[in-house]
């Protein structure tokens, strides 16, 4: 599917996990993997199925920055200018700039609101990813709900995208 697994093109991940392959009763553990096609492999998945034409790097909306997006006249719009220096190391939002096959625009806005429930969803509220690496959970997530109303891509039998994994609530361990 022309997705490479060097890691710095972020494309693909073994996820491993384990499976009951016995019983209830009698349980035999088995360690498995599966592979999980990241955000920019969908991308370019999406591009190579004639989707979009092309989807630019999402862009992280600080405080202080001058911000807006909305619809004009049917057509969705961002504008965003960043005030540098920062004035602020606050991130309000992240959008990612989506041009169709028909030259058409399109545009994936994740807010602060948004944020704030995925990461209720998470089962690691806490994790490193959330803790020191922000801005890139907020690319992450703007690119996996970018493609929600999107047809579905062609993968391999045994893959899965990121936007196919289900965010749920995580449950407390009693």
């Known amino acids: 599917n022309r997705l490479s697994f060097d890691p710095s093109y972020k494309h693909l991940y073994l996820v491993p996990f384990n499976v009951n392959a016995g019983t209830k009763n009698n349980p035999k553990w088995e360690k498995r993997a599966s592979l999980q ?3 920019y492999g969908e991308l370019l998945l999406r591009q190579l199925q004639g989707q979009i034409k092309y989807a630019d790097n999402p862009v992280l ?3 202080s920055d001058l911000f807006k997006h909305g619809t004009r ?3 969705s719009f961002v504008d965003h200018e960043a005030i540098i220096p920062r004035k602020s190391k ?3 939002a992240c959008y990612m700039k989506i041009t169709r096959i028909d030259d058409s625009i399109d545009y994936k806005v994740i807010t602060q609101e948004d944020m704030d429930r995925f990461r209720a969803f998470s089962k690691d509220k806490d994790s490193k990813a959330w803790t020191d690496g922000e801005g890139g959970m907020w690319q992450s997530k ?3 709900h970018a493609f929600k ?3 579905k891509v062609r993968t391999g039998k045994f893959s899965e995208l990121q936007t196919q994994t289900v965010d749920e609530e ?4 009693t």
Not at 170 to 173: D, E, K, Q, S
């Open 90 to 92: 606050t991130i309000i």
């Open 149 to 151: 109303n999107y047809p």
């Open 61 to 63: 909306v600080y405080e």
């Open 73 to 75: 006249g049917g057509v």
């Open 170 to 173: 995580a449950t407390a361990v």
């Open 142 to 144: 703007c690119i996996k």
């Open 37 to 39: 096609i990241s955000g």
